[in-house]
C-alpha cells in the first residue's frame, strides 16, 4: 500500500467543505463525525458522510477516503460504523483509544458490517489516535505484538491529551511542544516502527505559518515519519512536499546503492572522499523505496 502523507479532516456536516475536498490534492481525506460535529448534527454528519462515500466508488477516488468515528465508549461508534461501513472507506480513524484491545473490538465490527455489506473482509483499514488519554501511551508499545491485520498507522494528538491530563498547555516557553508531548510524539513513532505500520504526525495548528508547517515536516519526516495530518487544505501541497525526498535525496541515495552494487560483498565504499557502511546503504534504500511509495 502506498504511503500517506497528507490527511486532511473535513467536518462530516459540512457539505460546503465535502464539496470542496476532491479538489484539496490530500493523500487521504477524513471525513470527521467526531470533535468538529456537534452532538445534535451527527445524525446529519452520519447521512452527509455516508451519500459522500456512495458517490465515490473506489475506482473513482482521488484520495483515499477515512472516517473518524466516535470513541468506542462513546455510544455513538456503532452507531457511525452502521451508517458508513456499506459506503466502503478505505478506512476508520478512532480517536481516544486504549491500545490493541479497542483496534481489536473495532475489527469485531468490522467484520460483522463488512460481512453483511458484502464487502470483502478486512479491506477497511484502522489508525487509531493513540495518546489521548492519560493510560493510553503507556500501550504504545504494545501494538508491536498484538495481531492486528487491519493496522495501517499510529498517529497521536496534543489537545486531548492536554485536557486529559488537566493541563493549561501543552507547549513549552519556546512554542515548542512541552516534555511530556514530546514523549508522546517519539514513542508513537517507536510504537508505529515496531509494530510495522506508517507513522503520521500530529497537526500544525496555526494554518497560515507554512514556513513553521515545512520546517517541522521535514523534520518529523527525518526522524521516520511518513505523513502528517491537516486541519486546513492550504496545509496539504506543503506536507505532501515535505515527505517526499528531495531530488539531492534521490540522486544521493541512487549513487550509493550503485557504489554497492559495483563493489559486491564490500562493507564499505568510497563516495567523494568519505567512507559509506552498510547503515548508509540501508538508509540510501530507505529513501529510494519512500519515494517509489508515495502517490
Keep these: ?8 479532516f473535513i467536518p462530516g456536516d459540512s457539505e460546503k467543505k465535502l464539496g470542496k475536498a476532491d479538489g484539496t490534492g490530500a493523500d487521504a481525506l ?4 467526531e470533535d468538529s460535529v456537534a452532538a445534535e448534527n451527527k445524525p446529519r454528519g452520519r447521512a452527509l458522510v455516508a451519500a459522500f462515500l456512495r458517490d465515490r ?8 477516503l477515512w472516517v473518524r468515528i466516535n470513541p468506542l465508549d462513546s455510544g455513538l461508534a456503532l452507531d457511525d460504523l452502521v451508517a458508513v461501513v456499506a459506503a466502503a472507506p478505505d478506512g476508520v480513524m478512532l480517536p481516544k483509544c486504549g491500545g490493541p484491545a479497542d483496534i481489536a473490538q473495532l475489527s ?13 473482509a478486512g479491506s477497511i483499514r484502522i ?9 493510553a501511551p503507556f500501550a504504545l508499545g504494545d501494538y508491536a505484538g498484538a495481531k492486528l491485520d487491519r493496522l495501517l498507522g499510529l498517529t497521536w494528538g496534543a489537545e486531548d491529551l492536554a485536557t486529559a491530563l488537566g493541563a493549561s498547555t501543552n507547549l513549552d516557553p519556546t512554542g515548542g511542544w512541552a516534555l511530556t508531548y514530546r514523549l508522546v ?13 506508517q507513522a503520521i504526525d500530529t497537526l500544525y495548528v496555526d494554518f497560515r505559518d507554512e514556513a513553521g508547517l515545512r520546517a517541522t515536516s521535514r523534520a518529523a519526516r527525518g526522524e521516520g515519519f511518513t505523513g502528517r495530518l491537516a486541519i486546513h487544505p492550504a496545509q496539504v501541497a506543503a506536507i505532501n512536499e515535505s515527505f517526499l525526498p528531495s531530488a539531492e535525496e534521490i540522486a544521493h541515495a541512487e549513487r550509493v546503492v550503485a557504489a554497492f552494487a559495483a563493489s559486491p560483498g564490500a562493507g564499505t565504499v568510497a563516495i567523494d572522499g568519505r567512507m559509506t557502511d552498510i547503515p548508509h546503504l540501508k538508509q540510501a534504500q530507505a529513501v529510494l523505496a519512500l519515494a517509489a511509495a508515495t502517490p
Design 1 to 8: 500500500m502506498s504511503l500517506l502523507r497528507s490527511w486532511l
Design 30 to 33: 477524513i471525513l470527521d463525525l
Design 57 to 64: 466508488p473506489a475506482s473513482a477516488r482521488t484520495s483515499q
Design 108 to 120: 469485531y465490527y468490522l467484520d460483522a458490517l463488512e460481512a453483511q455489506a458484502g464487502i470483502a
Design 127 to 135: 489508525v487509531p489516535v493513540a495518546s489521548e488519554t492519560a493510560a
Design 185 to 197: 510524539r517519539s514513542l508513537t513513532l517507536m510504537g508505529a516502527k515496531a509494530a510495522g505500520v
